[in-house]
Every structure is written in structure tokens, then in C-alpha cells.
């Protein structure tokens, strides 16, 4: 299994999948299974730091990491781990 993790407090962090349309954060680690899937999130942006602001889940995950938008199944949504935004958004 491989992951990248930001050291960061882990209160308050869950998987992209369990947030909701309009919900912000950081994005904390990337936990998945394959190697190939946490590359292809390193490449497209979604890397330890990066905030994140959901759009929809339902029926993908829609997400703004930084400047991208993304559409991800939701199996790599769960991979995904994001904490709270520190101070001002």
C-alpha cells in the first residue's frame, strides 16, 4: 500500500467521500492500494496541502483541488483524506 501524508493534527479529518456539496479543506494524505492511483492524484494536483472545495456527490465526486476541477469515482474519493482549513479561506 502506498500513501503520501501531510504531518498534521488529525482531528477533524475524513475522506473526501463523506463530505458534502460546499465543504472545504486540506488535503491531508493520499491512502490507496495501487501505486498508479496515488501518482495520478500526485500529477492532476491533489497533493498533501492542496485545499479542496466540494461541488457534488452524487453521481461522482466533484471536486476543485486548487485551480482543477476533478470528477473521481468514489473509491478514490475515499482514498482521499482531508483535515480543516487553518485560519482564513
Wanted: proline share 3%; hydrophobic share 45%; net charge neutral.
Amino acid at each position: 500500500m502506498s500513501s503520501v501524508r501531510l504531518v498534521f493534527s488529525s482531528d477533524g479529518v475524513r475522506a473526501l467521500s463523506a463530505m458534502r456539496a460546499g465543504d472545504r479543506g486540506v488535503v491531508v494524505a493520499i491512502e490507496a492500494r495501487e501505486n498508479g492511483r496515488v501518482d495520478r492524484l500526485l500529477s492532476l494536483g491533489v497533493t498533501p496541502g492542496a485545499r479542496v472545495t466540494v461541488l457534488q456527490m452524487f453521481p461522482g465526486v466533484v471536486f476543485q483541488c486548487d485551480q482543477t476541477e476533478l470528477a473521481v469515482e468514489r473509491g478514490v474519493a475515499d482514498a482521499i483524506l482531508i483535515g480543516p482549513v487553518e485560519g482564513r479561506s
